[in-house]
């Protein structure tokens, strides 16, 4: 049964760095078989895709956060990581990471999430 | 970006009722629609991928229809365990954007 498991401070200063971590048991990121994303909500809000990323490096990020955003993947620690940078109150919300279907059926869909950690910027 | 639209963004219904929520996609994404539901706390399951396809365990109850720019999420006979937040996320491309959230509650 795949698990995915968010980590990192639940708190973080205004213009600091948020820096969150993803781990992966019950699949391997390296199959290749998927992309791996952050998906975050803030408060009484919807979703917003953050970005992905494929076993290999290559990483799609969400265009309005792509210049603070990066994210990696440790394939031989089998998790991957979020780090966003300038952090405001705005950014305040519950982080997810997710596993992302290829697009061949079904499309870009989030199938097996992790249960969600929530971190405050103040 | 292709942005998804839904309404309503609340309904109240009570067991037994069907319910329908639509999801508006701002150009054409034939049938790479998801549905997504959220209980208070927990993350999002995904439900229905490509309009249609129930995921494994999903009720029959939840149904999906569309293509193109309208779609569809019918609850056929709703049940307590229903009441959630239901999302929709086109699949077709990069960013990946949801809808806004319907809420389903109880009347």
């Known amino acids: 049964q795949l698990q995915l498991q968010e980590s990192g401070p639940g708190l973080v200063k205004p213009s600091e760095t948020l820096s969150l971590n993803c781990s992966v048991s019950?699949?391997?990121?390296?199959?290749?078989?998927?992309?791996w994303g952050w998906i975050r909500q803030p408060p009484g809000k919807g979703l917003e895709w953050i970005g992905s990323?494929?076993?290999?490096?290559?990483?799609y990020y969400n265009p309005s956060l792509k210049s603070r955003v990066t994210i990696s993947v440790d394939t031989s620690k089998t998790q991957f990581s979020l780090k966003l940078s300038s952090v405001t109150a705005t950014d305040t919300a519950v982080y997810y990471c997710?596993?992302?279907?290829?697009?061949?059926?079904?499309?870009?869909?989030?199938?097996?999430w992790g249960q969600g950690t929530l971190v405050t910027v103040s | 970006d292709i942005q998804m639209t839904q309404s309503p963004s609340s309904v109240s219904a009570s067991v037994g009722d069907r319910v329908t929520i639509t999801c508006r996609a701002s150009?054409?994404?034939?049938?790479?629609l998801a549905w997504y539901q959220q209980k208070p706390g927990k993350a999002p399951k995904v439900l229905i991928s490509?309009?249609?396809t129930l995921q494994s365990g999903v009720p029959p109850r939840f149904s999906g229809s569309g293509s193109g720019t309208d779609f569809t999420l019918t609850i056929s006979s709703l049940q307590p365990e229903d009441f959630a937040t239901y999302y929709c996320?086109?699949?077709?491309?990069?960013?990946?954007?949801f809808g806004q959230g319907t809420k389903v509650e109880i009347k």
């Open positions: 997710a596993r992302q279907n290829l697009r061949g059926v079904g499309g870009y869909y989030f199938d097996y």
């Open positions: 490509a309009v249609f």
């Open positions: 019950g699949d391997s990121i390296s199959s290749g078989n998927y992309y």
């Open positions: 990323i494929y076993y290999s490096g290559s990483t």
């Open positions: 996320q086109q699949t077709k491309s990069f960013p990946p954007t």
């Open positions: 150009q054409g994404i034939s049938t790479w």
